[in-house]
């Protein structure tokens, strides 16, 4: 679980500012929480975007904007770049070919499941979580993944596993592993980003193609290039991302008189 927190912007001309933490730390980014935020926000009137329905929000990873269509939420990327193609990675038994992606906050490893030996099945997360773990610790030792603006060394946040999918109406089928050991069931915004960016890079994704990610729990999210840019011998795809979001419950904080951390707790 993701905790949206809305603040002021930094910019004077976006709608709101977004912080986004987890249950460890404060993320620079998380693209399912802000389609989430973006939903509630609007629809409950928190935030009075500037145009109607389309908030524009700063983060610590930078600008983003999202559409918001009722329940369905679109999220305009920053543009993704393929840092690593098809490089070779050897974890136990088996070497595999990654393609490390800037998402645009974050780097994942796009692997194939069948290669790499990972069930792409809700029922079997712990060998998948196992395969994630192996992977991401060989990737530390064997792959140097640098920022594309700063040049600092950063680490893989997730692997990808990518396979065909169950049912005719996805395209891609992936279930996800964290650093954390976290096992996505929902396709998640950065895998989307992260695969339809590398199949832009194979010729296979083109602009204005709309591509299905289905995830672990049967959930999709749909992913289309909107733009392509070369910069500096660098290929940027900017990626549209569009779910469905839907508020399953509320939450309400009390307090009483002589509770001693009514106000909060700071450590």
Known sequence: ???SLLVAPDRPDADAGMLFVSGEDLLPFS???LLAAAAIAVERG?????????LEIDTLAGPATAIVRGASVSFVARPAIVLRP?????????????????????????VDAEAAGAPLVASRQLELQRAGRDLLDALDDQAVAAHPDTGA???VASAIFIGAPPERAADILSGGVHRD???????GVS?????????????????????????LAGTTLAAEISGI????????????????????GEHTFTTRDGDPVAEGLVL
Do not use: C, K, Y
Not at 46 to 54: D, K, Q
Not at 229 to 248: A, H, K, N, P, S
């Open 1 to 3: 679980m993701v905790v």
């Open 31 to 33: 693209g399912d929480a």
């Open 46 to 54: 928190l935030v009075l975007p500037r145009r109607e329905g389309r």
């Open 86 to 110: 098809n490089h070779g990675v050897t974890f136990g038994r088996r070497t595999v070919h990654v393609d490390l992606v800037w998402t645009g906050w974050e780097v994942a490893a796009i």
């Open 153 to 155: 060394r950063i680490d």
């Open 181 to 187: 050991g976290r096992v996505a069931r929902s396709p």
């Open 191 to 215: 895998a989307a980003v992260a695969v339809t960016t590398v199949l832009s890079a194979m010729g296979v994704a083109s602009t204005g193609q709309r591509i299905v990610h289905q995830g």
């Open 229 to 248: 840019e070369d910069r500096d011998g660098r290929v940027l795809v900017t990626v549209e991302v569009t779910g469905d979001v839907w508020t399953t």
